[in-house]
């Protein structure tokens, strides 16, 4: 039977602890890479990588993309419920260009131990959010234009309760040295800078 981790009984023993099992992650980590590196040189077509409740998918898929030249590059799988839709949209594009188009996005719902009790979300209706988070992760990639989805799930943008629009440029004016501005077109800033200032006097 396998008996539940015991609490260490000092601060020298956690410290124990802790080194011995990040010894066994390095470890691991080389077991892994050396396997994954071979698989490539064995000429096998694709390498998959998972997540759970510990490492996540993108980080190693990416260091394979960083060490490998022709082996493609599967998640199997990366979970709806971790991302949001267009968050996973964005680290498929960045792999994809790392990777010179080897990478392939692998998607999973898991279940409910991992929705409810990893990631603190319902996990009711699984088909229907998986529908729509394929679906936003399509229209982001072909960029075709702004993203405008109005789902059960997921909505872009977002106007439902606690939507607050402009006034979230206001809480970097009162709460802290200012505001820095991307992608935004000069004739734009003005009347956005005068807004901003309404907005922090009201705050």
């Known amino acids: 039977m396998i008996q539940p981790a015991q609490e260490p009984s000092t601060s020298r ?13 390095a470890e691991r980590e080389e077991i892994l890479k050396h396997k994954w590196l071979e698989s490539e040189r ?10 759970s409740w510990g490492s996540d998918a993108f980080t190693y898929a990416t260091w394979l993309a960083s060490h490998t030249s022709r082996i493609k590059i599967g998640t199997g799988v990366v979970q709806l419920a971790a991302r949001t839709p267009t968050a996973t949209a964005m680290a498929t594009a960045t ?7 080897r990478f392939i996005l692998g998607l999973g719902v898991s279940g409910p131990q991992v929705v409810e009790g990893w990631y603190g979300q319902p996990s009711n ?9 394929v679906e936003i992760i399509r229209r982001v990639l072909r960029r075709e234009e702004p993203l405008d989805f109005q789902g059960e799930f997921y909505q872009h ?15 970097g004016h009162a709460a802290a040295h200012g505001l820095a501005q991307h992608f935004q ?4 800033a003005a009347p956005r800078r005068t807004r901003h200032r309404q907005l922090v006097r009201e705050a």
């Open 13 to 25: 023993e956690f410290v124990k602890q802790s080194s011995l099992y990040q010894e066994f992650l």
């Open 157 to 171: 943008p977002y106007h439902g309760e606690g939507a607050v629009g402009d006034e979230e440029d206001a809480i």
């Open 185 to 188: 077109p000069a004739e734009h």
């Open 42 to 51: 064995l000429g096998y077509d694709s390498v998959w990588v998972a997540e």
């Open 95 to 101: 792999l994809d260009l790392i990777s010179e188009g």
């Open 125 to 133: 209706k699984p088909l229907a959010r998986t529908r729509e988070y």
